[in-house]
């Protein structure tokens, strides 16, 4: 008697068919449209092809082309048809890998030429005729050495290699599209037609075979494909935007900051850029101290040793810049990359009861960590940053209350800084970690506690918490629709008692406490960067590190603007004089592409009659007003938010 599969539907309803049916004989017994529409398959939520045989019971779901999931699998077919395209136009050519990535897909090639931009709209033709054939995609399962000896043949010595990379238990498949087929674990949809034409080639790059720089070096293509032309049309506009954006060639206009060689991914600071970076930093220092938490500063360089205890040396070495010690001295420091066990050593030094806890510590603390020169990407990838980092040491009937209350205050930072869209990851055990499962099990279930009391939407990023514990990351989506993953709540239960931490509590025994990691901005360099191209440079006037100038129309009113300014500063506001013998068209030009907020232009009878005329950023109409009156409607717009709350609350405002 044949064997049969049982199939549960997406509304519910159970079928029973032959083991061994395919996803697409299921899909044309019910509606031959249905099998018509359908690019795959989905068993128990793994996307699957639809001509796999189904060998086992299972929930089925049949994915059109527009189903959100079919994404990476149009991404994918794209990459495989990319790889043809190319080795029809430069036969020789060898391909290596083609995975899809974040928005789109790339695949790296080797050819004694390398690739160029002019190249791409050639490939993209190629592309296209390609996905004209609708050849259907099959699937082939090769013997190892099968597989080795075809491509050794061809001369792809990269997929040689691949092959004997692949572990021996698992299958070597082969997909096919017409005749050129490669190497891959799939699924792919039914044929190269359902990947449509709504894909771009974005640009090459240079890429190390395996990433390593003792290997050749390969040529990278970088596309994207949506379902739609318009999803296409909408996120080559966003690029475009971005561009625009780019916190690099704005903090040039702006004269923030800048980056050279002899320091990779560090950033030398510029006056005005300086001034931003501390009205962060103020604006998380009042917050801290109305959260309650205390600051401190912990050194820059330990003992590696005590970075051993910690687990950082196992776990964190390669991102660690160690230092050499001298012929004189074995001792190996390290230059801190996390706060965390410094603020272990304070917690430490002096006996800590149950009545301290929660007992809050916080720190701009600066930190180095090793990225390839290669991942560096101005502020928002770099070596040297600085951390609005906090640990907060309570007890296990603490956790789920002190993380909700975390959880609020983050969520009120980023209401200031004008990010509503927030997004919240709850990060579970990563692979690589320390700690047993028991105490691992204990901590999600409290972070989870506390993600549901929040009442806010949340998505699981499977395996991604720290090494030491669980986390939630917050995630911004900035005017343009991009996310950014920033702000962070994590429970340790391993590194306090790793590093002898403890509490004396009700019963006069020593507890180990927990700790919770926090960090709001996360780094303040980052975070900058950030609002740098969120606000396409357009800061809020409590943010601008120059919020005014005054500039004159001719000299005859220098002294009326030199009065000016000294009346603007004793208001609190940051102001500069432009008294330069310009005319007054270049200065404005000048000083919009720096972003200054407002422009105060006077002149001889602006003098006369104690008035500035204003041009605020971005608007062509001017306002004339009294002095007084203009210089104390700006004051008041350059009061932070959080300190209008305050006077509002105390009644001064």
Known sequence: MAQTVALTFPDGARREYPQGTTGFDIAKGISPSLAKRTVAMALDGTLADLSDPIERDAKIEFLTRDDPRSLELIRHDAAHVLAEAVQSLWPGTQVTIGPVIENGFYYDFFRNQPFTPEDLPVIEKKMKEIIARDKPFSKEVWSREQAKKTFKEMGEQFKVELVD???ADQQIKIYKQGDWFDLCRGP???????IGNAFKLMKVAGAYWRGDSNNPMLTRIYGTAFAKQEELDAYLKQIEEAEKRDHRRLGREMDLFHFQEEAPGSVFWHPKGWTLFQQLEGYIRRRQQEFGFSEVNAPQLMDSSLWVQSGHMATFRENMFLTQPREDDERTFVVKPMNCPGHIQIFKNGLKS??????KLAEFGKVHRFEPSGALHGLMRVRAFTQDDAHIFVTNEQIAEE?????????SIYEDFGFSDVTIKFSDRPEKRIGDDKVWD?????????????GRPWTLNKGEGAFYGPKLEYVLRDAIGRDWQCGTVQVDLNMPGRLGAFYIDEHSNKVTPVMLHRAMFGSLERFTGILIEHYAG??????????????TITSDADDYAREAIETARRMGLRVASDLRNEKINYKVREHSLAKVPALLVVGRKEAAERTVSIRRLGQEKQEVMPLEAALRALADEAVPPDVRRMQKASGKA
């Open 165 to 167: 990379a692949i572990p």
């Open 403 to 411: 993380s909700l209350k975390v959880n609020n205050q983050i969520l």
């Open 442 to 454: 204990q901590a999600e279930a409290a972070l989870m506690a506390a993600l549901k009391a929040s």
């Open 188 to 194: 792919h949809m039914t044929s190269t037609g359902k």
């Open 538 to 551: 357009h800061l809020p006037l409590w943010l601008s590190p120059l919020q005014a100038v005054i500039a």
């Open 354 to 359: 149950y009545r301290d806890l929660p007992f």
